[in-house]
């Protein structure tokens, strides 16, 4: 059977399942958003004079909870306009509706009993063959099939999203022993290819895979918090990115997701796990009991381990929980050696295992944590994963870790790390003792472009299953390094095309970098037919390196600064003319610098998650590596016969001053940054390798290396004096400083190729030429330099 699927149903529109209609929307499907009908009107509706059989009654639940996710922070969409795919209705009137679907998605309530009256709707009105699957994340989904049809039975299976849906990339696939293995497979498939999720095929076993040992690591280390007795502020500097873990780190996280869920799940596995050796690990510290018993929540209850309140000068200030007398004090600043003594470290691969082997207290923690989750983990297969990559997979999308336990356990070496946990009295699985008796030292290997698993029956490596095709740096360290420095590796990736990988802090553009992109350009043009610029780190590139910059502007050194402009300029350039390719794979920030090289490659193949943007701004700059030129020439190809140009020329000023952020990568063609014509990809996992074939693509399409632009048209006066007249309201209103106005006007007036009496095309280098000088002569203002100093010192842009 050839399964395309149209149309989604998703029953209930509770938090998940209108996010989750919203994500199905982000990829062009139609979808209907079902609900209950309310039991009585509301106050509001009763003095409209609204009946219980209007629709707008009967639809306020889900009509609400639908327009609460679209304006919810972050954004279910990529893109607002996509939420008019999503048509809404209810269990009593519109159930039979289901009818017109190829896939039903149950998210009601986490009840058996109602999620079998609901099924029992859905058997009434579901056509054979439609996909039946639930979103539940606590309720064995052996028992949501039972005294179900066949049909039912054979297309039915859990699908559990983690929330946000669009944002976390886990999507957990849960079969019942009566699903249909082609059903199973398409699931895998069209989660990875489609709504861009590492697609895990779990067991049915309580909380699956991520949440079993995310909970369980949660847990264990809440009672060496207990233990050894530290404070929020440490646990919380100790287990964020520093170890690559999500900035909200462990409380922050716990009072975001809700204490009472945190608490629910973990008496739910401390009853559902009578044969678990680590059972008692689920039962509440004490810290955690004395806050849930209090209904200190979290931000759902206003206080947590963190509590907002107003200073006595009324100023916001967050107050931090003491974990000894349950009362809120000043946020408390860790301090520990072994931290301060990595901060410079950008690789958390390189940082880890200096932590765990710390020898301060902050390396007893992580050894006391790190262990013991290996530990668990080692033990949980094949109880709840036959493979060990599976737990990895699931942990690392469903909870942002950057690295899996197997992962981090290989990183600290596998036979040592074993020895001191059993010195520790932590005893690992008999199986991690048989893989090294044969000679087997590591969980993972690398061979010819793959990464390989050590698989347990067979006592071999095999490659990681659906991961065919794709580009993982690592795998291409041992042998396919072209070239590298401190802030770059150039790889062979295969079929005539390299790859450009920064390496430096935020993946900004300094020296290192520049000669990086210079040299890679060359490399391909040498011997190669296609140039890939992306990384598998959480940004394409932050921008360039301000710190240089704030050196040579505190110190007056303008000529310095304009040839480090021109250097720039001219490599951005050689981007843009280069005799092959090349094709910029941007995923998160893809900021200033970072958004100019990607505007003058030949293609972009950007991830969904690409907030792109030139901010410069914000700092007292303007765009000055061709951005303002490129923006400029991609105002000019907008014009047609008959259009308002001045009008279309000033939406692309504002993108600029207003240091526009694209949202998604969506809302980066929306913008300007990306062209119409550039692909997106989904699956973060996929995007090098969809970059590659794109270099392909344009190589044997017959690939012309391109020709400086010198029909730019520019307006002159007459743009000028648009610009003015807004930056002169503007300034009057109070909306913007003098020093915005300053900046504002050197960019309009790059943007209008000067002070000409009348509309001319110009060339791109006539344009460079204005941003060179526009920039260097900001350099040299005061106003300038203190917001240079104030987002590298303080973090924080200023507003003079």
Known sequence: MNRVIKKVAVLGSGVMGSRIA??????????????????????????????????????????????????????????????????????????????????????????????????????????????????????????????RSEDFRKHFAGTHFFNPPRYLRLLEIIPTPATDQKVVDFLMHYGDLYLGKETVLCKDTPAFIANRIGVYSLMSGMHVVEKMGLTVGEVDRMTGPIIGRAKSATFRTMDVVGLDTTVNVSRNLLQGLPKDESKDTFKLP????????????????????????????????????????????????????????????????????????????????????????FRYCSMRIPEIADELYKIDQAVCAGFAWELGPFETWDLVGVKATAEKMKAAGMEVSPWVHEMLATGNTSFYKFEKGQKLYYDIPTKSYKPIPGKEGLIILDAFKENKVVWSNAGATLYDIGDGILDLEFHTKMNSLGQEVIEGINLAIAKAEENYRGLVIGNEGANFSAGANLAMLFMYASDQEFDEIDLMIRQFQTTMMK????????????????????????????AIQAHAETYIGLVEFGVGLIPAGGGTKEMTL?????????????????????????????????????????????????NRARLLADAKRKAIELSEAGYTQPLERRDIKVHGQSSLAL????????????????????????????????DLSSPTEVSEQYLLDLEREAFLSLTGEPKTVERIHSILFKGKPLRN
């Open 22 to 147: 919203c994500h199905f929307a982000n990829i062009g499907v139609q979808v209907l958003l079902l609900d209950i009908v309310p039991k009585e009107l509301s106050d509001d509706e009763k003095k409209k004079g609204l009946t219980m059989e209007h629709p707008l009654v009967r639809n306020r639940i889900v009509n609400t909870a639908l327009q609460t996710a679209i304006f919810s922070k972050p954004a279910p969409l990529f893109d607002a306009k996509k939420a008019s795919l999503v048509k809404t209705g209810n269990f009593d009137d519109d159930m039979k509706s289901i009818a017109e679907c190829d896939w039903v998605m149950e998210v009601v309530v986490e009840n058996l009993d109602i999620k079998k009256k609901v099924y029992d709707q859905v058997e009434k009105f579901r056509k054979p063959g439609t996909l039946v699957t639930s979103n539940t994340s606590g309720i064995p989904i052996h028992l949501m099939a039972e005294g």
């Open 286 to 373: 004490k810290i955690v009991e004395e806050l849930y018993n209090k209904k200190w929540w979290g931000d759902k209850t206003k206080q947590g381990f963190f509590k907002k309140t107003v200073n006595e000068k009324g100023e916001k200030e967050i107050l931090e929980l003491n974990l000894k007398t349950f009362e809120y004090g000043s946020r408390t600043k860790a301090s520990f050696k072994s931290l301060e003594e990595v901060k410079d470290i950008e690789s958390v691969k390189e940082r880890l295992p200096k932590l765990i082997n710390a020898t301060d207290k902050a390396g007893e923690f992580y050894r006391a944590t790190f262990y013991d989750v």
């Open 575 to 602: 981007a843009r003319f280069s005799s092959v390719p090349v094709i910029s794979a941007p995923s998160g920030m893809a900021l200033g610098g970072g958004c100019e090289l990607s505007l003058h490659c030949d």
């Open 634 to 682: 991609r105002a000019s190809d907008s014009y047609a016969p008959g259009d308002p140009e001045l009008n279309h020329l000033q939406e692309y000023f504002m993108t600029i001053a207003t240091a526009k952020v694209a949202t998604s990568a969506h809302e980066g063609k929306a913008l300007g940054y990306i062209k119409p014509s550039d692909e997106i990809t989904l």
């Open 723 to 754: 610009f003015e007249a807004g930056i002169t309201g503007m300034l009057y209103g109070k909306y913007i400083s003098e020093h915005d106005a300053l900046i504002a006007r050197k960019l309009g007036y790059i943007m209008s190729g000067g």
